[in-house]
């Protein structure tokens, strides 16, 4: 079975611009998970979606970071524009329950802004 | 205080040691999951437990519900288990998890 891909897995960016993450779950999995790991930290969720519907996005700092899932599948997370302190490594995971169950994570993009 | 507490922050050890991480917390879960990470950032599953105890090859996992508290043993250590360890808990009330910071174990040759 395929796992969580997520692309590209590192990325170096200027203050300002803008960024896109994608990921892809593992077939069948309803449940898609972005998370925020700043360096030293644990992951912080930034957005859960079931199917391609939002179901918990309170963390995600909307005036510069939107995502979707439009077809249920596969999502992009974006960052428009980026700041210093988002350097981090944003981890999606996808689970084939809607809550509760084992979440099975990507490698990661590790971004970091100059 | 943070939801999810983890202890210690840093452990190294001796090759062949037995190690325990702890980890407490403070909400009520539906369940509580053990995730190894390694440099790289690349996070992997190693249990899901919401009581007793669970056992994959050296790595024992146990829960005490009442205590809110549960322990991430790795009995004869080797040097490819150093990786950070990541204690997450799946709160009754929705499902997202959160998560400790991490305990960075380095095992030693």
């Known amino acids: 079975e395929a796992g969580v891909a997520q692309s590209p897995r590192y990325k170096i960016i200027e203050k300002r611009q803008s960024v896109a993450f994608w990921c892809n779950p593992i077939?069948?999995?309803?449940?898609l998970y972005w998370y925020q790991q700043i360096l030293g930290q644990g992951p912080k969720l930034l957005i859960q979606f079931q199917n391609n519907g939002v179901v918990d996005d309170s963390q995600l700092p909307k005036d510069r970071f939107s995502a979707e899932r439009l077809k249920g599948v596969d999502s992009t997370l974006k960052i428009q524009p980026a700041k210093l302190e988002d350097s981090a490594v944003y981890l999606c995971?996808?689970?084939?329950?809607?809550?509760?169950?084992?979440?099975?994570f990507g490698p990661g993009t590790r971004l970091t802004v100059t | 205080k943070n939801e999810v507490e983890q202890s210690p922050q840093n452990l190294t050890a001796q090759e062949g040691e037995f190690i325990t991480i702890n980890c407490s917390y403070s909400v009520g879960i539906s369940a509580l999951h053990w995730l190894q990470q390694h440099p790289g950032g690349g996070i992997v599953s190693l249990f899901m437990l919401s009581s007793g105890k669970k056992k994959h090859g050296r790595l024992i996992a146990t829960i005490n519900i009442q205590e809110k508290h549960s322990s991430l043993h790795i009995t004869a250590s080797h040097p490819r288990d150093s990786a950070v360890y990541i204690c997450a808990v799946a709160v009754t009330s929705g499902s997202r998890l959160t998560f400790g910071e991490g305990t960075q174990l380095t095992v030693n040759p």
């Open positions: 077939s069948g999995h309803a449940t």
């Open positions: 995971a996808s689970s084939p329950l809607p809550r509760g169950g084992e979440q099975y």
